[in-house]
């Protein structure tokens, strides 16, 4: 069972930057693939970033390509989105997620292939 607690969103301008951390309970964080997702008022979650369970494979959205960095520290339990030249339309719920993955260090893009997720931190970008 894993616990993950966001923490990181507010207001920002547009241009700014912001760091998403999420946080993990658990003696195993470090066997899990983690993700970012978000959802903005009125559409579906949304894939935006994950990473495999050593941090050594990543993979981006092409809406947040170049402008969003995903990282883990395993040994703080901890999952990071750096988020850099913010636009209005990056405005939504980020959520983190977990899961145990079938073969070491791959990741996951879609939404139903994670079995645990936090409770979410808005972030709102103004233009």
């Known amino acids: 069972q894993v616990q993950l607690v966001e923490s990181g969103g507010g207001l920002v301008q547009a241009g700014g930057s912001l760091r998403l951390s999420c946080a993990a309970s658990?003696?195993?964080?470090?066997?899990?693939?983690m993700g970012w997702f978000r959802q903005a008022p009125g559409k579906e979650r949304e894939f935006v970033a994950a990473?495999?369970?050593?941090?050594?494979?990543?993979h981006y959205a092409d809406s947040v390509k170049g402008r969003f960095t995903i990282s883990r520290d395993n040994a703080k339990n901890t999952v990071y989105l750096q988020m850099n030249s913010l636009k209005p339309e990056d405005t939504a719920v980020y959520y983190c997620?977990?899961?145990?993955?079938?073969?070491?260090?791959?990741?996951?893009?879609?939404?139903?292939?994670?079995?645990?997720w936090g409770q979410g931190t808005q972030v709102t970008v103004s233009s």
């Open positions: 990473i495999s369970w050593s941090g050594e494979n990543t």
């Open positions: 658990g003696r195993t964080f470090s066997t899990y693939a």
């Open positions: 997620a977990a899961r145990y993955p079938e073969y070491r260090n791959i990741f996951y893009l879609n939404t139903d292939e994670y079995n645990y």
